[in-house]
């Protein structure tokens, strides 16, 4: 334990956690718009082998939604107002990507709630958590969470035929790329 109380106090000197924290969020839903913005027109309708009634738009659109129910979950009783959810059976690419920015602005209000409440988003109250709400943990969720749906993306891209160019999967994967893009765009 003392082993790693002096590894924190050598890596927060070197390095604002909370800073890191929000940096890691914003690279990652950089990550799932990337995905988004580049999937050809016609996978947005593709249907999900085996479960016809589910497409690849619905996942999208779960992704967002997902969001917004934990922002309003965890933030709304501290006044942090969840975007609107996308009908995941019409929502188009391009009404999403908008929604996907709105819905990241929320989770980087709730993971600096957290930040500011000494690591922990405060949760009495909430009814059901199927997690640990310090922000590590909240952020490790919601990006593993987006990751699961953005491999079953690219995994029903290749069933249905609609293989992602090279380009873009290795893209998935270019997380120094993705953060300074997250950078970029919001100083615009």
Do not use: F
Request: with cysteine; glycine share 8%.
């Amino acid at each position: 334990m003392r082993r790693a109380n002096n590894a924190m106090a050598r890596m927060t000197q070197e390095v604002d956690l909370a800073d890191a924290i929000i940096a890691a969020w914003k690279t990652s839903n950089r990550v799932t718009m990337y995905l988004i913005e580049n999937l050809a027109p016609g996978m947005w309708s593709k249907a999900v082998p085996g479960v016809p009634r589910r497409t690849v738009r619905m996942i999208a659109g779960h992704i967002h939604n997902s969001r917004c129910m934990w922002i309003k979950m965890l933030g709304r009783r501290h006044g942090i107002r969840a975007p609107k959810s996308v009908s995941r059976y019409t929502v188009t690419r391009r009404q999403l990507v908008p929604a996907l920015e709105r819905s990241s602005d929320g989770i980087v209000e709730l993971l600096e709630l957290g930040i500011n409440q000494g690591g922990s988003i405060p949760a009495s109250g909430v009814a059901w958590l199927n997690l640990p709400v310090d922000v590590v943990h909240v952020l490790a969720y919601l990006v593993a969470h987006e990751g699961h749906h953005r491999g079953q993306i690219v995994l029903l891209a290749r069933q249905t035929g609609h293989r992602l160019p090279i380009e873009i999967t290795g893209g998935l994967w270019q997380w120094s790329k993705r953060a300074k893009e997250a950078q970029a765009r919001r100083r615009v």
